[in-house]
């Protein structure tokens, strides 16, 4: 159970039903008085105001069907009255008002009536959604103070390689910086898991098959960078196996992010390999990592956006999917459009920072799209 305070972004996992009705009595919607309709029918114009309905007071009831009581919004409505007419539409003379020509007067105006949101036994949120503001408001009317959610997974990324040199440390000619751990890092927590550790692990099969197994242990998805394609030093899936993970699959048939992996660990740990070149990481964590941790958590699909693409598009190999980053043009009549960006390779992140998200074009037996043709389309 986690108190309603910290279960946003969290995934429901009970049915929220309404503790009474909603709303829990006829509700005024706007300031102004309450009448009888059937006065204002009767062609009554002006009403003497002959008592006050404060929001959060028991309903007061009115004592002449020729009279009025000032409402605030959010009150409910007083006894003998079915009809708000809102302050703009009245001018105030001493202790009683006078309706302007506009004024109109139909039974249970600017009123929400009981029950109208919803009515004890009928469910108001369904397990698995996400819990935005607004479903933690509807949490919160139905008077609980906790709710059952979904355990946030314990996450941890993992890069792979003896040239990689932490952020900050002296680097020489043949090393490079260690950032595509610290990428996934970002994009998980842009996404809401905020408790995602990061480990560095050389090229060996002795520290591999250390703090893998630690990991193992401890955490319930492992999310590795580097290390699974076919060189002498791509030791994790043959480690992994040895620690008892089951390969589900090796290499995928699309470009970039071939050398892609993933396994389920003794104790049912989602293990992923994904390639360590930067651009092949960051595709692969959005268009596989992120919908498979959805899943996890019990929630639906990720929803699919479609996008036309705004010109054509080499593939470059038929048979294969082919991942394409892409900017969101807008059009005059607001219409989106997806133009190409493509990298100047699989290690060129830079230009991923000028891309709103990728296409995902299908394998075909052609290896070019037309302008105009629609490929789903992921952010990063």
Known sequence: MCALERCIGQTLRQD????????????????????????????????????????????????DAANAVEVMTGAILPAGTDCIIPLEEYDLQGDAVALKPHATGKVFRNVQR??????????????????????VAVVASAGLARVSVTRRPRIVAISTGDELIEPGEPILEHQVRRSNAYAIVAALRDHGYEAVANDHILDNEESLTGRLSRHLLEQDVLILSGGVSKGKFDLVPEVLERLGVGEIFRQVAQRPGMPMYFGSGPNGQAVFGLPGNPVSTLICLARYVAPALLHMAGRGPMPIQHMPL???????????????????????????????????????????????????????????????????????
């Open 310 to 380: 705004s010109s054509a598009v080499k593939a470059g190999r038929a048979g294969m999917t082919y991942f394409l980053p892409v900017t969101v043009r807008v059009d005059e009549r607001g219409a989106p459009a997806a133009v190409p960006a493509p990298t100047n390779g699989p290690g060129d992140f830079l230009a991923l920072t000028k891309a709103d998200g990728f296409v995902e074009l299908p394998p075909t037996g052609s290896e070019s799209f037309a302008p105009g043709f629609v490929a789903r389309f992921y952010r990063w």
């Open 16 to 63: 929220v039903f309404a503790e009474r009705d909603n709303p829990p009595f006829d509700r005024v919607c706007m300031d102004g008085i309450a009448i009888a309709s059937a006065a204002f029918e009767r062609g009554l114009r002006r009403f003497r105001v002959e008592s006050m309905q404060p929001a959060g007071a028991p309903a007061i009831r009115l004592s």
């Open 114 to 135: 009981r029950g109208e949101d919803s009515q004890p036994g009928i469910a108001m949120l369904r397990a698995g959604i996400r819990l935005g503001a607004p479903e």
